[in-house]
């Protein structure tokens, strides 16, 4: 009971993304156990602190477990809400999957080294210019091409449009969707590039770059709104 009444929340007056999934597939299952062990790579501690030194040292260390994790429970939401809403595991969304998998896998690293030098909880080691233009090079190039799987595997939903049923406002929530990863894919791309380019005075602007996350969404959030909003308004009806 509490299951269905969570998967068919909604805001109120809006009409929802009707799920063609609800069954755990498993590829989902599969991914889950992939996302759990990702995790398990950022964990603060694997065992127990048997001094109060050792506990605050792990404590020292929750705000990068949490951004850490944060993130990588973003990127399991928009991989979970992918399968509910589309329902698809032919080939090529297995295949897609397949390379996100790995990427999350290999993104665990650079994620949990950059923020555990940002938050000062791991030793300080020396970073030349060299080195920070590779860090944010291998951490932007990262970040880009997870939401690149991502903007791929919606646009096979696009292709299957048809097939799959989807009707006007759904449609138009997918190619929201699209615009909103691609919008990601760009950020990465753009903190490579000053990674690359920049002057080593100006290196730091490639992290500085995902700040513009917020900015960048709301405003392809805004223009879409304009067009799903009234969509959503004239079929305000429950998922099925």
């Not at 759904?170 to 490579?192: N, P």
């Not at 690359?196 to 709104?225: K, N, R």
Request: a positive charge; charged letters at 20%.
């Amino acid at each position: 009971m509490l299951r269905e009444r969570l998967l068919n929340a909604h805001p109120a007056g809006k009409r929802a993304f009707r799920f063609r999934s609800r069954e755990v597939s498993r590829l989902e299952a599969f991914s889950d156990c992939v996302f759990a062990l990702a995790i398990t790579l950022i964990v603060i501690a694997l065992e127990v602190p048997k001094t109060v030194a050792s506990l605050l040292e792990i404590m020292r260390s929750v705000p990068v477990f949490a951004v850490c994790f944060a993130t990588l429970l973003n990127v399991w939401w928009v991989h979970h809400r992918f399968f509910r809403r589309y329902g698809l595991n032919d080939l090529p969304v297995f295949l897609l999957n397949g390379a996100l998998l790995f990427l999350v896998l290999l993104y665990v690293y650079p994620l949990r080294f950059l923020f555990g030098q940002f938050f000062g909880t791991d030793p300080r080691t020396p970073i030349d210019v060299v080195e920070a233009r590779e860090l944010f090079t291998i951490y932007g190039s990262g970040f880009a091409a997870v939401y690149l799987v991502f903007v791929l595997m919606h646009v096979h939903a696009w292709r299957m449009r048809e097939v799959l049923g989807l009707d006007e406002l759904e449609r138009w929530l997918t190619l929201e969707t699209i615009a909103h990863h691609a919008a990601l894919v760009c950020i990465g791309l753009v903190s490579v590039a000053i990674a690359i380019f920049a002057e080593p005075e100006h290196i730091s602007y490639a992290g500085f770059s995902f700040f513009a996350i917020p900015i960048v969404l709301t405003a392809v959030g805004t223009w879409f709104g304009r067009r799903i909003g009234p969509l959503e308004r004239r079929s305000p009806v429950v998922e099925k």
